[in-house]
């Protein structure tokens, strides 16, 4: 058993910082690989940001680029800003209006026809709440570093997330739930729930007596 434990322990030793950040487990975050990713990341937002809507072809290969996973029919307004970006997967028909952010240290994955409002922000970076854990650090090579931690963020199908609309890490918003403008969303929410406040809670349950009878002056293709 000694041995065992001391294997398993050699195993976790020998992970990089960017399996231990994605696994949600303390990090280095100054580690010259992921501050690699995150500067490459940064970059592309920059030239993202840059660019006229005007030239979509350029904006769609850049997003490509940035993102891990983007499905069709998907629109992200700029200015956007993602931390690694390659850590978050977008479904398809996907909107998000002026000033997206996703800190993607953990995994961020956003379902199918979903809606972001103005300044929405998908924040997965925990830190300590002990100074004496949080604050930076001087490493052998002088380095100075802090240890930070996280945790996913899901976003069910076909959900909308109203301005100002803050996400923390461990969060799943289930489909089909609307989130209220400036909320904080710091627990899950069960699927097809109007949500609101600071924290974010569950107001009711959304049903067939919230439908609008809407126009068919453009009726969809069958």
């Known amino acids: 058993?000694?041995?065992?434990?001391?294997?398993?322990?050699?195993?976790?030793?020998?992970?990089?910082?960017?399996?231990?950040m994605l696994a949600g487990e303390p990090y280095n975050a100054a580690d010259p690989g992921l501050s690699a990713m995150r500067a490459k990341a940064h970059e592309l937002c920059r030239r993202y940001n840059a660019l006229?809507?005007?030239?979509?072809?350029?904006?769609?290969?850049?997003?490509?680029?940035?993102?891990?996973?983007?499905?069709?029919?998907?629109?992200?307004?700029?200015?956007?800003?993602?931390?690694?970006?390659?850590?978050?997967?977008?479904?398809?028909?996907?909107?998000?209006?002026?000033n997206f952010s996703v800190l993607d240290v953990c995994p961020v994955t956003i379902g199918s026809n979903v809606m972001f409002g103005p300044n929405v922000s998908l924040m997965t970076p925990l830190h300590p709440l002990c100074w004496e854990d949080?604050?930076?650090?001087?490493?052998?090579?002088?380095?100075?570093?802090?240890?930070?931690?996280g945790a996913p963020i899901t976003i069910g199908s076909n959900c909308w997330l109203a301005a100002n609309v803050t996400v923390t890490g461990g969060v799943t918003i289930g489909e089909g739930s609307v989130i209220g403008a400036g909320s904080v969303v710091t627990h899950d929410i069960p699927p097809h729930s109007l949500a609101y406040g600071t924290p974010c809670r569950?107001?009711?349950?959304l049903t067939e007596a919230d439908r609008m009878a809407l126009p068919t002056r453009f009726p969809e293709r069958s």
């Open 1 to 20: 058993m000694a041995a065992d434990t001391m294997n398993q322990a050699n195993q976790r030793d020998a992970r990089g910082e960017r399996e231990r």
């Open 52 to 98: 006229s809507e005007a030239a979509s072809q350029e904006r769609e290969a850049i997003m490509k680029e940035l993102v891990g996973g983007i499905g069709a029919d998907s629109e992200i307004l700029g200015p956007v800003f993602f931390d690694y970006g390659v850590f978050t997967t977008i479904g398809e028909r996907v909107f998000a209006n002026f």
């Open 134 to 149: 949080r604050n930076l650090r001087e490493a052998e090579s002088g380095e100075l570093f802090d240890y930070e931690y």
């Open 202 to 205: 569950v107001a009711r349950q």
